[in-house]
């Protein structure tokens, strides 16, 4: 018998999991109990279409979701009005145990631009809650106002997640960038007390089964799934998923790179099973591809970046062929260059204990990858680009800023925007003024504003303003916290750079 290779046997598994092979169907599944406890989601807008997703967990925290190991056949629908009277879009798909019975429907052929209503259904049982989605513009077309909101970083024990059901209230929202810390892997078992009463189950995450259980622990959360239901997430990762701090083959404890490389293998498996993405997101043995694009007519593309897998310290931050990719995508005639991604880009330096100098202590940050970041602020200039907008998060604070086009020179041009979202619950209630914040601020003039409170952002972007609105809540250790705005500022495509409205 001819030998074959590892990698190109896993990758026929994963091609033929995705085309729907049956294997052991159970022909008439009969729950004991409501199979669709994580609720549904939809993801990645296109004109024609969006992605929908569940998994079937009757169980959420038992072994397998409290589901045998057999595939379900689940029947979807697309509908034009909530009450599925105008069926758009019906089909089935199969929901596999290699992937925890998580199933992902790549929707098209529908009207650009326009809201739908999905849902999926056994027969015979009662059906999952109903999701909300809204199809991109046609290519060429020119929106008068598209809003969009970018939020993370929700550590389970640290907090209610009220902003997601804040977030969830929203009007007219178009789709929600998360940029990433959707779970965290830490150990839940501890001594010390936690303000919010939440605990994480198990100890630290290491298998494929860990790091499901924990995604079934925060997707059983209501706030969080009814932000899911109202509107589309264009999900990224960034470090917790796997582990904190990691960077392409280097974990932060010095795993030895091959067992580290198991561990990011199971991360990114439950990540893909659990996020509403696309088949070309799927996880292979070279890596899942995380990074994509998507256009809003002419209105604005939206690079979303992965500033995780292909690390290199002292290198770069991207990658050869993801820095290619995303320079040649900024080449277009949008009125808007949008990237998404997950930590933070403008510099942010504090004065030496022992010299007085101004110095970048951030090295989880661009700050640790100064060459990739003025790459890429090279890049925009040779475009004569004055659109680019970044959003970012991870560091549980808001910060709004100029990434500047001389890194010699802070105060001076800029090169884009940045926008770095706070937390939906990282960090606890927070406080609006973090000691040093005055002297941060005095040290960094690129930095318009520093808060770390908890919250979201919202973004109306017009072809001739984009809006920014920080939004905070008062507190997250308890349930029932009030939502207030912080600050709007306002960026015009032909000069970068923040004002405060």
Same mark, same amino acid.
């Given at each position: 018998?001819?030998?074959?290779?590892?990698r190109?046997v896993?990758?026929? +598994? *994963?091609?033929?999991?995705? &085309?729907? !092979? $049956? #294997?052991?169907?159970?022909?008439?599944?009969?729950? /004991?109990?409501?199979p669709?406890?994580?609720?549904?989601a939809?993801?990645?807008?296109t004109?024609?279409?969006f992605?929908?997703?569940t998994?079937?967990?009757?169980?959420?925290?038992?072994?397998h979701?409290?589901m045998?190991?057999?595939?379900v056949?689940?029947?979807?629908?697309?509908?034009?009005?909530?009450?599925?009277?105008?069926?758009?879009?019906?089909?089935?798909?199969?929901a596999?145990?290699?992937?925890?019975?998580a199933?992902?429907?790549?929707?098209?052929g529908?009207?650009?631009?326009?809201l739908?209503w999905?849902r999926?259904?056994?027969?015979?049982?009662?059906?999952?809650? +109903? *999701?909300?989605?809204?199809? &991109?513009? !046609? $290519? #060429?077309?020119?929106?008068?106002r598209?809003?969009? /909101?970018?939020?993370?970083?929700?550590?389970?024990?640290?907090?209610?997640?009220?902003?997601?059901?804040?977030?969830?209230?929203?009007?007219?929202?178009?789709?929600?960038?998360?940029?990433g810390?959707?779970?965290?892997?830490?150990s839940?078992?501890?001594?010390?007390?936690?303000?919010?009463?939440?605990?994480?189950?198990?100890?630290?995450?290491?298998?494929?089964d860990?790091?499901?259980?924990?995604y079934?622990?925060?997707?059983?959360?209501?706030?969080?799934?009814a932000?899911?239901?109202?509107?589309?997430?264009i999900?990224?990762?960034?470090?917790?998923?796997?582990?904190?701090?990691?960077? *392409?083959?280097?974990?932060?404890?010095?795993?030895?790179?091959?067992?580290?490389?198991l561990?990011?293998? /199971?991360a990114?498996?439950?990540?893909?099973?659990?996020?509403?993405?696309?088949?070309?997101?799927?996880?292979?043995?070279?890596?899942?591809?995380?990074?994509?694009?998507?256009?809003?007519?002419?209105?604005?593309?939206?690079?979303?970046?992965?500033t995780?897998?292909?690390?290199?310290p002292?290198?770069?931050?991207?990658?050869?062929?993801?820095?290619?990719?995303?320079?040649?995508?900024?080449?277009?005639?949008?009125?808007?260059?949008?990237?998404?991604?997950?930590?933070?880009?403008?510099?942010?330096?504090r004065?030496?204990?022992?010299?007085?100098?101004?110095v970048?202590?951030?090295?989880?940050?661009w700050?640790?990858?100064?060459?990739?970041?003025?790459?890429?602020?090279?890049?925009?200039?040779?475009?004569?680009?004055?659109?680019?907008?970044?959003?970012?998060?991870?560091?549980?604070?808001?910060?709004?800023?100029?990434?500047?086009?001389?890194?010699?020179?802070?105060?001076?041009?800029?090169?884009a925007?940045?926008?770095?979202?706070?937390s939906?619950?990282?960090?606890g209630?927070?406080?609006?003024?973090?000691?040093?914040?005055?002297?941060?601020?005095a040290?960094?003039?690129?930095?318009?504003?520093?808060?770390?409170?908890?919250g979201?952002?919202?973004?109306?972007?017009?072809?001739?303003?984009?809006r920014?609105?920080?939004?905070?809540?008062?507190?997250?250790?308890?349930?029932?916290?009030?939502?207030?705005k912080?600050?709007?500022?306002?960026?015009?495509?032909?000069?970068?750079?923040?004002?405060?409205?």
């Amino acid at each position: 018998m001819r030998a074959v290779d590892r990698r190109t046997v896993l990758r026929g +598994v *994963g091609g033929l999991l995705l &085309a729907g !092979a $049956a #294997g052991r169907v159970w022909s008439k599944p009969a729950f /004991a109990e409501y199979p669709f406890t994580l609720g549904v989601a939809s993801g990645d807008p296109t004109p024609e279409g969006f992605v929908i997703w569940t998994r079937l967990a009757p169980q959420p925290l038992q072994l397998h979701g409290g589901m045998p190991a057999r595939s379900v056949s689940l029947n979807w629908e697309v509908a034009e009005d909530e009450r599925f009277r105008r069926i758009a879009r019906a089909g089935q798909v199969l929901a596999h145990p290699e992937l925890a019975h998580a199933a992902h429907v790549d929707v098209a052929g529908l009207k650009s631009d326009r809201l739908y209503w999905y849902r999926f259904f056994i027969e015979g049982g009662e059906p999952s809650p +109903v *999701g909300r989605v809204r199809t &991109a513009p !046609a $290519a #060429g077309q020119l929106p008068r106002r598209v809003r969009l /909101a970018v939020a993370g970083c929700q550590h389970y024990e640290s907090g209610w997640y009220g902003a997601w059901r804040y977030l969830s209230q929203e009007p007219e929202l178009a789709a929600v960038f998360h940029y990433g810390d959707y779970i965290y892997e830490g150990s839940g078992i501890a001594s010390d007390p936690i303000a919010s009463g939440r605990r994480h189950l198990g100890d630290e995450l290491y298998s494929l089964d860990d790091y499901r259980r924990r995604y079934a622990q925060y997707k059983t959360d209501p706030d969080l799934q009814a932000a899911h239901q109202a509107a589309a997430f264009i999900a990224s990762f960034d470090d917790h998923e796997v582990d904190n701090n990691w960077g *392409g083959e280097r974990a932060q404890d010095d795993t030895p790179p091959e067992l580290f490389e198991l561990r990011k293998l /199971a991360a990114m498996q439950a990540w893909y099973e659990h996020m509403p993405v696309r088949r070309e997101q799927f996880p292979r043995p070279d890596g899942l591809r995380m990074f994509r694009r998507l256009d809003y007519g002419r209105l604005f593309r939206l690079h979303v970046l992965d500033t995780r897998s292909y690390r290199v310290p002292g290198e770069t931050m991207l990658g050869p062929a993801q820095e290619g990719w995303l320079y040649r995508g900024l080449s277009n005639d949008a009125c808007w260059n949008l990237i998404a991604q997950q930590v933070l880009m403008m510099p942010l330096l504090r004065r030496a204990a022992d010299s007085g100098r101004l110095v970048s202590t951030y090295k989880d940050h661009w700050g640790g990858f100064p060459e990739s970041r003025q790459r890429l602020v090279r890049a925009i200039g040779e475009r004569q680009l004055t659109n680019v907008v970044v959003a970012s998060g991870d560091s549980h604070q808001y910060f709004v800023g100029r990434v500047p086009a001389d890194r010699d020179r802070p105060d001076g041009a800029a090169a884009a925007s940045e926008f770095l979202g706070t937390s939906i619950s990282s960090g606890g209630d927070g406080m609006p003024v973090l000691p040093g914040s005055e002297t941060l601020l005095a040290d960094n003039p690129n930095i318009a504003l520093n808060n770390a409170q908890r919250g979201y952002l919202t973004f109306d972007v017009t072809p001739s303003e984009l809006r920014a609105d920080l939004n905070v809540m008062d507190r997250v250790s308890s349930p029932g916290g009030t939502l207030s705005k912080l600050a709007r500022f306002a960026v015009m495509p032909d000069r970068p750079g923040p004002e405060r409205c």
